[in-house]
């Protein structure tokens, strides 16, 4: 089946230690997202990819960076995790019909010790 | 500021009632959807309306568009257990940056 993988489901990693978080896709579309989302919040909007063209949200802090090799993976990188990014990451891919309807991985739940 | 507003945030039933769910904004999108989140998961989209005053239905979910394509509800019948779950409503003001309303948080007791 056609899906969104984020590996790995759970993550433990120590303050300020980078970590990096893995997101791949075989529904070939061409936009990917990353989300944050803590307890009890909605999803919040980190970066997305169109095709290579990266676009940061403003209100993202420059510990955040994000890689796409290729159509199929995404990469979010966070350099110096402190207390305050324990949180379940979320990547999501979308075609670019207009819609942006976004077909979800079943998230990485990041604990930072 | 949140782009999408939802109300109520926090809403806990009874099995068998009916429930309606607000998602409001100040800014026009040429479409929103409403995605499903059980804990745990990531969202799963339940419906995109495009149209304004666009009505659709999904078994016992009704949403609608408003006519002005700000706002939008989520209606449920007789709500049941299997209900129980994170509501976000969804648009982008852009061409993909997709954001994510407040939320409502909706428990079904049986």
């Known amino acids: 089946d056609a899906m969104v993988i984020q590996n790995p489901r759970y993550q433990v990693t120590q303050f300020g230690k980078p970590v990096t978080l893995s997101c791949s896709q075989t529904l070939n579309h061409n936009v990917m997202y990353w989300y944050q989302q803590k307890s009890s919040q909605a999803p919040k909007l980190l970066f997305h990819?169109?095709?290579?063209?990266?676009?940061n949200e403003a209100d993202t802090p420059d510990n955040f960076q994000s890689r796409r090799p290729n159509t199929s993976f995404c990469f979010l990188d966070i350099r110096s995790p402190g207390l305050g990014d324990a949180a379940m990451y979320l990547c999501?891919?979308?075609?670019?019909?207009?819609?942006?309807?976004?077909?979800f991985g079943q998230g990485t739940r990041l604990t930072v010790v | 500021t949140q782009l999408l507003e939802q109300s109520p945030q926090f809403l806990s039933i009874q099995e068998g009632e009916n429930l309606t769910v607000y998602c409001n904004s100040s800014s026009v999108f040429s479409s929103l959807q409403w995605y499903r989140q059980e804990p745990g998961e990531g969202p799963v989209l339940l419906v995109t309306v495009v149209t304004g005053g666009e009505v659709k239905k999904l078994k016992r979910l009704t949403f609608q568009f408003g006519d002005a394509r700000k706002d939008s509800s989520l209606h449920i019948t007789a709500a049941q257990p299997g209900d129980t779950g994170l509501y976000l409503c969804a648009g982008a003001p852009g061409a993909n940056n997709l954001f994510f309303g407040t939320g409502t948080r909706l428990t079904v007791i049986p």
């Open positions: 999501a891919t979308s075609r670019d019909n207009g819609r942006a309807e976004a077909f």
């Open positions: 990819y169109y095709d290579k063209d990266f676009n």
